[in-house]
């Protein structure tokens, strides 16, 4: 019988937008998710932000370790780093999982072996947020998409 071999972690890298950072985690990412919690939509600026989830001892900070800002919430005992000279989010840390790092997916070019199955916080989902409604072209804009508005119904003419 042939006994199985683990692979190695192959590392998948990602970026701040101005490159000034650069971090790695192993591949596989450990989970994926949206999260459309208060705190994630205002450090994002965003409806929702999709993180991975990776394992402390597979995240690291590859380059510009010295450009990376941290801001504390006392209350909820989370940690979040940016970069300091784009403002880019980088990660996530909270009080209660101290072995788990969480990395916005948006900083990797590459696949992270995890798709974000799961919504963190959807009680929390605002009523502006893209929820999958069709669109279509924005005629004379290319590019453009948009949902059209609703028909709305016309009463039928009372009857005297």
Same mark, same amino acid.
């Given at each position: 019988m042939k006994k199985k071999t683990l692979a190695t972690p192959e590392p998948v890298a990602g970026q701040c937008g101005c490159g000034a950072v650069t971090i790695e985690i192993d591949f596989p990412a450990r989970w994926a998710w949206h999260d459309h919690t208060q705190a994630s939509r205002l450090a994002h600026g965003a409806a929702y932000a999709t993180y991975v @989830? &990776?394992?402390? +001892? /597979? #995240? $690291?900070?590859? !380059?510009?370790?010295?450009?990376?800002?941290?801001?504390?919430?006392? !209350?909820? @005992? !989370?940690? /979040? @780093? #940016?970069? &300091?000279?784009c403002g880019t989010p980088l990660f996530y840390e909270r009080a209660r999982s101290p072995h788990m790092v969480n990395v916005p997916r948006a900083l990797f070019q590459n696949r992270t072996g995890r798709e974000p199955l799961y919504h963190i916080g959807i009680q929390e989902l605002r009523d502006w947020t893209y929820t999958g409604q069709p669109l279509v072209p924005l005629k004379g804009f290319?590019?453009?998409?948009?949902?059209?508005? +609703? $028909? $709305? +119904? $016309? %009463?039928?003419?009372? %009857? #005297?």
């Amino acid at each position: 019988m042939k006994k199985k071999t683990l692979a190695t972690p192959e590392p998948v890298a990602g970026q701040c937008g101005c490159g000034a950072v650069t971090i790695e985690i192993d591949f596989p990412a450990r989970w994926a998710w949206h999260d459309h919690t208060q705190a994630s939509r205002l450090a994002h600026g965003a409806a929702y932000a999709t993180y991975v @989830g &990776s394992w402390r +001892k /597979r #995240f $690291r900070i590859t !380059a510009g370790e010295e450009e990376v800002t941290r801001y504390e919430d006392r !209350a909820s @005992g !989370a940690t /979040r @780093g #940016f970069c &300091s000279q784009c403002g880019t989010p980088l990660f996530y840390e909270r009080a209660r999982s101290p072995h788990m790092v969480n990395v916005p997916r948006a900083l990797f070019q590459n696949r992270t072996g995890r798709e974000p199955l799961y919504h963190i916080g959807i009680q929390e989902l605002r009523d502006w947020t893209y929820t999958g409604q069709p669109l279509v072209p924005l005629k004379g804009f290319p590019g453009v998409v948009w949902e059209r508005p +609703k $028909r $709305r +119904k $016309r %009463m039928p003419e009372p %009857m #005297f």
